[in-house]
């Protein structure tokens, strides 16, 4: 089946992993993308692990970067900017991460753009709208917008998310900002020119515990994999083989795990009856569940 972006042309500036993953879903979807690197590459081609081989593009490139065609181009000189004006005039798309002052230098300037190529849907990664000028990167998002605080266990220090969340969400707003851009074109005629943040990525995320603190005033605490609001959920039970985690997530799914472990006598137990119950007795309710799964393999 023809991709749904058959035909479409994407010119990537992006580097690091929310712009090219943008690039990476355009791919996927029939796009052209021509990545352009500097002639240094991008930096993610250092971020390898111990041990991993030089010889060839790094794991951290390749998981944002597939799909596409490269080229290395140093656009603040003279040449490169020709270059990139070339490559603009018949591209539908254009990303990128840059800061203000290198777009400048580069005459990337977004009112520029717009003026001169009308067409093109523009989609610039900074790091946050209260502060644009200053630089991002996923781990300080993580713990301004309230990630880390939220992350890892009572007992110890925040911690960082194994990947870098802030960038994967932000590079979904990428994407819904191109396709919207592609969208508006479609319907009028013109282009669009829109900025996603890092920071703005990460507070849209917080979901319910956000309101949480909006609506109840309780400010999420480390909870290992508990959930705040549902219990048993993200509990870990232990079997004879092994550990299982638990998503249960309403009253009737309670009492079917209660039949399944052989403990039909807990479904109308006054500590463990409802939601709120469960939720105000879960460490009683994870000791006496851990003691029925003993005999249980997964």
């Keep these: 089946m023809d991709g749904l972006l058959d035909g479409l042309k994407v010119v990537d500036l992006s580097s690091v992993l929310a712009g090219p993953m943008t690039g990476s879903f355009l791919a996927e979807c029939g796009a052209n993308v021509l990545k352009v690197e500097a002639p240094g590459g991008d930096v993610t081609q250092t971020w390898r692990v111990t041990g991993e081989p030089k010889d060839r593009t790094s794991a951290y490139h390749a998981a944002a970067n597939t799909g596409k065609q490269f080229a290395t181009c140093n656009l603040k000189t003279s040449e490169g900017r020709d270059w990139m004006s070339a490559a603009l005039a018949d591209a539908d798309v254009l990303i990128q991460n840059m800061k203000w002052q290198d777009l400048d230098l580069m005459d990337l300037l977004p009112h520029d753009?717009?003026?001169?190529?009308?067409?093109?849907?523009?989609?610039?990664?900074?790091?946050?709208?209260?502060?644009?000028?200053?630089?991002?990167?996923?781990?300080?998002?993580?713990?301004?917008?309230?990630?880390?605080?939220?992350?890892?266990?009572?007992?110890?220090?925040?911690?960082?998310?194994?990947?870098?969340?802030?960038?994967?969400?932000?590079?979904?707003?990428?994407?819904?900002?191109?396709?919207?851009?592609?969208?508006?074109?479609?319907?009028?005629?013109?282009?669009?020119?829109?900025?996603?943040?890092?920071?703005?990525?990460?507070?849209?995320?917080?979901?319910?515990?956000?309101?949480?603190?909006?609506?109840?005033?309780?400010?999420?605490?480390?909870?290992?994999?508990?959930?705040?609001?549902?219990?048993?959920?993200?509990?870990?039970?232990?079997?004879?083989?092994?550990?299982?985690?638990?998503?249960?997530?309403?009253?009737?799914?309670f009492a079917s795990l209660c039949r399944t472990l052989k403990r039909p006598d807990l479904i109308e137990s006054a500590p463990f009856k409802s939601n709120t119950d469960r939720l105000k007795h879960r460490k009683d309710l994870m000791s006496v569940l851990n003691v029925a799964t003993q005999s249980f393999k997964r």
């Design 113 to 253: 753009l717009q003026a001169r190529f009308p067409r093109l849907v523009h989609v610039r990664l900074i790091g946050s709208e209260f502060d644009p000028d200053r630089l991002a990167y996923d781990v300080v998002v993580q713990a301004e917008s309230g990630f880390m605080s939220m992350n890892g266990h009572p007992d110890r220090s925040p911690a960082r998310l194994p990947v870098a969340l802030m960038d994967v969400l932000a590079s979904h707003h990428m994407r819904a900002a191109v396709l919207a851009g592609l969208y508006r074109r479609e319907r009028t005629g013109q282009g669009n020119y829109a900025e996603v943040s890092l920071i703005g990525a990460g507070l849209t995320a917080l979901a319910n515990q956000a309101t949480n603190v909006l609506i109840n005033g309780k400010v999420p605490q480390r909870q290992g994999s508990e959930h705040p609001n549902i219990a048993p959920y993200g509990d870990v039970l232990t079997c004879s083989d092994g550990q299982i985690v638990l998503a249960v997530g309403s009253d009737a799914q």
